[in-house]
């Protein structure tokens, strides 16, 4: 069981950036892909950017791509998401997911992952 905790969110002006951390408080989800998803009231959960386990390959969804980077640090049981150049549509919660078993690809589909955080606040105001 790999319990995982989100940190990072914030309120930023629209231009700014934040970096989201994803921490493995319990277990380890160093051999796993790790993605993160965004959700706002009303919406279903949006996945943004995923990473191998390896950390080699990411992928991103079209609107976040040349603004966001995710990247992970297995040693530490960490995985991060730069954001930059923040705009008021990227305002949700964001979650870390990751699968619980291995596989090479990066699902964009949040029912593929097994373990989720707790979800960070991301506010960007115009």
């Known amino acids: 069981q790999v319990q995982l905790v989100d940190s990072g969110g914030g309120l930023v002006q629209a231009g700014g950036s934040l970096r989201l951390s994803c921490a493995a408080s319990r277990g380890t989800f160093s051999g796993f892909t790790v993605g993160w998803f965004r959700q706002v009231p009303g919406k279903e959960r949006e996945f943004v950017a995923g990473?191998?386990?390896?950390?080699?390959?990411?992928y991103y969804t079209d609107s976040v791509k040349g603004r966001f980077t995710i990247s992970r640090d297995n040693a530490k049981n960490t995985v991060y998401l730069q954001m930059n150049s923040l705009k008021p549509d990227d305002t949700a919660v964001y979650y870390c997911a990751s699968l619980g078993f291995v596989y090479s690809g990066i699902p964009t589909v949040a029912g593929s992952y097994d373990y989720w955080g707790q979800g960070t606040q991301v506010t960007v105001s115009s």
């Open positions: 990473v191998s386990w390896s950390g080699t390959n990411t």
